[in-house]
C-alpha cells in the first residue's frame, strides 16, 4: 500500500514539473517574439535616419524625384553669370534617364536656353538678375519647365518682371512651342474674343518645384488687359505667338523671344508681353478640351 502511494506522489509531482517546463517555455518564445517585432518596427526609422544625413544639403532641398513608373528625375541648379555676381538663374538637370547620350543632350539644351536671356539683356548695366525656375511636369517623352523672375536696369526706375518656358521633348531633343500644341492664329483669335481668360500665379511656397496654381486674374486687371489687346490687332498677336517660345526665331540671338507657352493639364497657358503697369507680362489660358 505505501509502495503504490509513493509511486501515485511520484507520478503526479513528474506531472507538475513537466508542466511547469512548459509555461516556462512559452513565456520564453513570446518574449522572443516581442523583441523581434520591436526590432522590426524600429528598423526603418533607423535606416531613414541613415539615408537621410548620407544626402547632400543641396539635393535635399532641391531634388525632385518622379513617381517610380518614370525613368527620370531632376533637381535645380543656379548659374551665376561670369563678372556679374548679382545675376541667378535657376535651372533644371535632368538624371537616371535611360540614355544617357540623350540626357546629356536634353541638359545641354534646357541649360542653355534657360541663360539666353543673358544675351538679350545687357549685363553691365544691370543691378540684379534673378530667375527661378519651377519643373511642372516630367515624364517618359517631355519635361516642362516655367521660369519667372526679374531684373533691375541701373537707374531705372522699377524692376522688370520676366516670365519665360521651355518644354523638351525627351525622345527627340528639342524644344516644343505654341504651334505644336494648336496655332498661332487661333490663339490670335481667341486673345482678341470676349471668351479669353486672363490668369494669375497664385502664391506659394517657394520650395515647391511642382506645378503652378493660377487663378483668374483680378477684375480691375482683367478689365485693363482687355483694353489693351483691344489696342493690338490680330495680325499683332499671331505675329507674336509664330515668333513665341525656344528655339529663338530670330537669327539675332540678342532678341529674346517676347511670348512663351506650355500645356498642362488640358490647358494652355500663353504669355504676352504688355506694359510694365499691367505686370509687365500678362497669362492667357486656353482649354484645350473646350471646357
Not at 133 to 141: A, M, N, P
Request: negative net charge.
Amino acid at each position: 500500500m505505501r509502495k503504490k502511494t509513493l509511486l501515485l506522489f511520484l507520478l503526479a509531482a513528474s506531472v507538475m514539473m513537466t508542466g511547469g517546463c512548459r509555461k516556462k517555455s512559452q513565456e520564453k518564445m513570446d518574449l522572443t517574439s516581442t523583441h523581434t517585432t520591436a526590432a522590426e518596427t524600429m528598423a526603418p526609422e533607423t535606416t531613414a535616419a541613415e539615408t537621410k544625413s548620407s544626402k547632400k544639403p543641396e539635393e535635399t532641398t532641391k531634388a525632385a524625384d518622379v513617381s517610380a513608373s518614370v525613368s527620370g528625375s531632376t533637381k535645380i541648379e543656379t548659374y551665376h553669370p561670369k563678372d556679374f555676381p548679382a545675376g541667378s538663374i535657376a535651372y533644371p538637370v535632368v538624371a537616371h534617364m535611360k540614355d544617357e547620350t540623350k540626357q546629356s543632350q536634353v541638359n545641354d539644351l534646357l541649360y542653355q536656353n534657360a541663360i539666353s536671356i543673358c544675351d538679350a539683356l545687357d549685363l553691365k548695366n544691370m543691378d540684379y538678375l534673378t530667375i527661378d525656375c519651377k519643373v511642372v511636369s516630367l515624364d517618359t517623352s517631355r519635361i516642362t519647365v516655367v521660369y519667372q523672375g526679374e531684373y533691375y536696369v541701373k537707374q531705372g526706375a522699377y524692376p522688370v518682371q520676366t516670365f519665360y518656358t521651355n518644354t523638351v521633348d525627351l525622345n527627340q531633343v528639342k524644344s516644343l512651342g505654341i504651334n505644336d500644341y494648336s496655332d498661332a492664329y487661333t490663339m490670335a483669335g481667341y486673345l482678341m474674343s470676349d471668351d479669353v481668360h486672363f490668369v494669375s500665379a497664385e502664391p506659394e511656397s517657394t520650395s515647391s518645384l511642382w506645378d503652378i496654381h493660377f487663378v483668374a486674374a483680378e477684375p480691375k486687371l482683367t478689365s485693363a488687359l482687355w483694353d489693351y489687346r483691344s489696342s493690338q490687332s490680330i495680325d499683332y498677336f499671331t505675329d507674336l505667338l509664330n515668333k513665341a517660345d525656344f528655339p529663338s526665331k530670330n537669327e539675332d540671338t540678342s532678341i529674346f523671344p517676347e511670348s512663351f507657352s506650355y500645356l498642362s493639364n488640358s490647358t494652355l497657358y500663353f504669355s504676352i508681353p504688355v506694359p510694365h503697369a499691367l505686370g509687365d507680362y500678362a497669362i492667357v489660358a486656353y482649354p484645350m478640351d473646350g471646357k
